[in-house]
């Protein structure tokens, strides 16, 4: 997320806090979603875990599947406020559209990615599950980031620069 820090930061100081802890909290429930699993770096399964961390980890997984998506979805809204406010932005604005179809993409690629690592932890591969869903959450965050949220921002604040 650190393509648009720069832009992000030339928002109103309370709508910046609020976005900038959003992206660090969404960090560190990646950072913990990949820290969990001591097998995500390595090809061993669960077998080399004790019944306890296995528990511990099946446990959190789930939670982080609720979590992925009940916080995503705050923050997209949250996100799509704050460009509705911005000057000249409303809902038929081209770029704002586009934005908000690529957050109702990404929550579709999240249910689908979190479908997936459910039917691996319930075949018992757990430690295949949090190694998909931390790489390819991570992947889908910093793509939308690059793609979308960089672009929005930096061409939002060079409208403001002309006017």
């Known amino acids: 997320m650190a393509i648009h820090v720069e832009a992000v930061q030339n928002l109103n100081p309370e709508d ?15 950072e913990l979603l990949c820290t969990t699993c001591h097998n995500l770096d390595n090809q061993l399964d669960c077998r080399s875990c004790s019944r306890e961390k296995l528990a511990t980890c099946q446990g959190r997984l789930i939670s ?7 916080f995503s979805s705050a923050h997209f ?3 799509e406020s704050i460009m509705l406010r911005q000057s000249g932005v409303t809902k038929d604005d081209e770029d704002f559209r586009r934005h908000q179809q ?5 929550l579709n690629a999240l249910y689908e990615i979190i479908n997936e690592c459910d039917l691996l932890d319930s075949r018992g591969r757990t430690a295949e599950a949090y190694r998909n ?31």
């Open 16 to 30: 910046f806090m609020q976005i900038n802890e959003e992206h660090v909290r969404l960090g560190d429930s990646l």
């Open 64 to 70: 982080f599947f609720y979590n992925v998506i009940n």
């Open 77 to 79: 809204k949250h996100e």
């Open 102 to 106: 690529a957050h109702s993409n990404m």
């Open 133 to 163: 869903l931390c790489n390819r959450m991570s992947e889908k965050f910093k793509e939308h980031d690059r793609m979308f949220d960089g672009i929005y921002l930096k061409k939002r604040l060079a409208e403001a620069t002309i006017q």
